[in-house]
């Protein structure tokens, strides 16, 4: 585990500088790949589908490449990005971020919706659960006369709304 200048342990700002350079290179490449799929040349009427997208992702690897090359080269191994204890605050709340947008596909926005509230109410909130579930039946029968009823604006519906006939 690194130790750093201030006393700390995390993670180091040249791991952060290099592990997001290759992430954006990995974004640009994608782009590539999609626009060469899409076509990027031009046809009778103009650019083709994938042509903007192509270059962008060009311009994103090239910006990319240079920042892994100035990230090596930098002595930066004394600075600290992020500590550990930094850290975990930042993933109790970005782990159901997460997980709460890929069960919007298997559980609908409203059953989703409570879930994660119920998990900030009590996981971080610390209130009890005859607190929290009032909360958040209430936020979810809320959303859904707003945008079902009101706005008549669809939203990503589950079983257990099938099974109430919605």
Do not use: T
Not at 31 to 44: H, K, P, T
Not at 152 to 164: D, H, I, R, S, W
């Amino acid at each position: 585990m690194p130790q750093f200048a201030g006393g700390g342990s995390g993670i180091s700002q040249k791991l952060m500088e290099l592990l997001l350079a290759l992430l954006f290179a990995a974004g640009g490449v994608l782009a590539i790949v999609e626009g060469q799929r899409l076509g990027n040349g031009w046809d009778f009427d103009g650019p083709q589908a994938g042509y903007f997208p192509f270059w962008i992702g060009i311009l994103l690897v090239a910006a990319s490449l240079v920042n892994f090359l100035n990230a090596l080269r930098r002595n930066r191994d004394g600075q600290l990005f992020v500590s550990w204890q930094r850290l975990f605050l930042v993933l109790q709340v970005l782990v159901p971020a997460v997980i709460y947008g890929v069960a919007i596909f298997y559980v609908g926005i409203y059953v989703a919706s409570a879930a994660l509230v119920l998990w900030f109410m009590r996981g971080l909130g610390g209130f009890s659960l005859r607190q929290a579930v009032p909360v958040a039946a209430a936020l979810v029968l809320l959303a859904f006369f707003v945008f079902e009823i009101w706005f008549l604006v669809p939203l990503p519906k589950g079983p257990v709304e099938q099974a109430l006939g919605f």
